[in-house]
């Protein structure tokens, strides 16, 4: 009931998110260049920690290991609005806000040594806010701090796939669907503009990200079991993008 309790909340929060980004695609019709449409492509590296804690009966056992992703490439789509106006009807000075879908495609992690034990976790994506604040420095060119802050979902695959069919087969309950965690990514960079409506970015972030695998609490054959497992793990990323202004 814990397990169900949890991703309901969780998908709940997906609803609200997009719920949101839709609300602030609606508010842009009314408002001519208020609002910009951004693609990025991101290179990211991942400084993972596992941590596994399982007890069966009265016997515990905690492991704690520190991995890093393969994959390093992902992309994201994004919108962002001004927030409000003035009542000149002028801008809030480079501030803008919106939502974001980043995919991260299969996330697998391994040792550091580079020891052939990749461990392929799930297909990864993030929706959730975006903001940022932008100061022009000179003519056409100026600089951006950003912060993003997403909802993480994992559809598991691979070698965790198979750990959760393995619990199953023995009588563990637990879900094979989606798990949930968070993102958060300040990040700087700079923003050119090659066109009056298109610019390109180049951004710098270092963040923090949260996946939550396993929260079991069950008897199983009249014995208690209790196993929790997750993955966080500090980011660093850089991304190159462009923006269209609506």
Request: charged share 25%; hydrophobic share 45%.
């Amino acid at each position: 009931m814990r397990q169900l309790a949890r991703r309901s909340t969780g998908l709940t929060f997906v609803l609200a998110a997009c719920g949101a980004m839709l609300a602030l695609s609606l508010a842009a019709t009314s408002a001519r260049a208020q609002s910009a449409l951004g693609l990025d492509f991101a290179l990211y590296l991942d400084d993972v920690s596992v941590e596994d804690s399982e007890r069966i009966g009265a016997l515990r056992e905690i492991t704690r290991e520190d991995r890093s992703n393969v994959n390093i490439a992902a992309g994201a789509i994004y919108y962002l609005h001004h927030l409000g106006g003035m009542a000149d009807g002028e801008h809030v000075a480079g501030f803008r806000i919106g939502g974001e879908l980043r995919y991260l495609g299969e996330y697998a992690i391994e040792r550091d040594e580079g020891d052939a034990d990749e461990q392929v976790i799930g297909t990864l994506i993030e929706l959730g806010f975006r903001g940022d604040w932008t100061a022009e420095i000179v003519e056409r060119f100026g600089l951006v701090v950003g912060l993003r802050f997403d909802l993480a979902i994992l559809v598991p695959t691979g070698d965790f796939a198979d750990e959760i069919a393995r619990l199953a087969d023995e009588g563990v309950p637990t879900s094979d669907g989606p798990r949930l965690g968070l993102a958060l990514v300040p990040s700087v960079g700079a923003r050119y503009a090659i066109h009056e409506r298109i610019n390109l970015r180049f951004d710098l972030g270092l963040g923090w990200s949260y996946l939550d695998l396993l929260s079991i609490d069950a008897g199983v054959q009249g014995i208690q079991y209790v196993r929790d497992m997750s993955l966080s793990s500090r980011r660093f990323e850089v991304s190159l993008g462009a923006e269209i202004t609506l």
